[in-house]
């Protein structure tokens, strides 16, 4: 029985995603590596899974262990090794805010551990690696699936160290493994149910339009009809990337797995006023005032509850293409729907679940 290892479960991304790989094998195993603090919500997310697809029953196993132990704190785990087929490293840090410790030791040094173990599994045949659109840093302009190092700077230590990360496992690539890298832009909840895990970008403006009356008001920093701000929605990202990963050609690619047609800020913040029922006032400001109004002015946070990190990404100077993405994917029916055909349901999402916050598994 050949066995899929995976990294990131039972998060937002590989909680769906490993079902869908199961399906493609009757015969392979699922091992997830998961931190002892994450071992109890692991099995119940497996429970949920098994309950919805009884033929996934004893065919999902967790073992504890992390990714920032060289060893994943497995040992040796030769048995382990050797029946791997292939590697889904999805486990990350994902928070604009994250110290720069923290983000290398699980981004960086982590996808090394993962890559160091991948390179030591003797029948691997992929190792698929989500990075993000946003390894683009503060890049100006057209950035293609075929970009990497653009001599770019960043805007936070998430989008550095994914970088960081990236380059490690293009390096690889290079010298002989069998890899795909995956890059999603920000991810929003499923189109179809508005389902969500975590609360952030566009969240941010739909919590604070909705905690106000009728006429809102929303500070604009940059200009918003120049702006576009990529949104994939969870069901898209995890089809694509079902269906991607199990091509042959696939192997040796970047995909983006971008809205060709993103919105711009302007336009954006049109869609959700909509669809939260708010007239938007706009207040412009420049993108260092509005900054220091959140982190320095009292109250002001705690009014709005935007991470100033988040500011940076209406200004944020980056188109991203997605040409092998649309033409691997051709004929599939897999396409990224437009933001406007699926908001209201994330809004639904929204009011029905307030208890749902902004932070991240670490």
């Known amino acids: 029985m050949s066995t899929v290892f995976f990294t990131g479960f039972p998060g937002f991304l590989g909680s769906a995603l490993l079902p869908r790989v199961l399906a493609r094998d009757e015969d392979s195993r699922a091992v997830c ?18 309950a919805e697809q009884p033929e996934l029953s004893g065919r999902i196993e967790l ?15 030769e048995e382990l090794r050797q029946s791997i ?12 805010s994250v110290p720069r410790r923290v983000a290398m030791r699980v981004n960086v040094e982590g996808t090394g551990h993962m890559l160091d173990f991948a390179e030591n599994c003797p029948d691997l045949t992929r190792f698929h690696y989500v990075s993000t659109c946003y390894v683009s840093g503060t890049y100006s302009g057209v950035f293609t699936e075929t970009d990497l190092e653009k001599g770019q700077e960043f805007n936070n230590y998430y989008e550095e160290t994914k970088y960081l990360a990236e380059v490690d496992v293009q390096r690889r690539m290079k010298q002989g493994l069998p890899a795909t890298i995956y890059r999603p832009p920000i991810v929003v909840g499923d189109s179809r149910t508005g389902a969500t895990q975590k609360y952030d970008g566009p969240y941010f403006v739909m919590r604070w339009l909705l905690r106000q009356p009728g006429l809102a008001f929303m500070p604009m920093v940059g200009d918003p009809t120049r702006t576009r701000v990529n949104l994939a929605p969870r069901d898209f990202v995890i ?11 696939s192997q040796g690619k970047v995909y983006q797995l971008a809205d060709p047609e993103p919105l711009t800020v302007d336009e954006l913040t049109r869609v959700i006023a909509k669809a939260t029922q708010r007239t938007v006032v706009r207040i412009p400001l420049p993108k260092v005032v509005a900054k220091a ?4 002015v009292p109250g002001v946070y705690r009014l709005m509850q935007i991470p100033a990190a988040s500011v940076d990404y209406f200004v944020h100077p980056t188109h991203y293409t997605s040409f092998q993405t649309q033409t691997d994917l051709e004929g599939s029916g897999i396409h990224c729907p437009p933001f406007a ?12 679940h307030p208890e749902i916050d902004g932070k991240a598994m670490v």
């Open 33 to 50: 590596l998961v931190q002892t603090k994450f071992a109890e919500a692991s099995r119940r997310k497996i429970d949920e899974i098994v």
């Open 63 to 77: 073992i504890e262990g992390d990714i920032t132990a060289p060893d994943l704190g497995l040992g040796e785990a």
């Open 85 to 96: 087929g292939e590697i889904y490293h999805l486990a990350a840090v994902y928070d604009l």
């Open 239 to 249: 089809d694509a990337m079902a269906y991607l990963s199990g091509l042959e050609r």
């Open 293 to 296: 109004a959140i982190d320095y």
């Open 341 to 352: 055909s699926y908001v209201d349901r994330l809004v639904d999402f929204v009011k029905k």
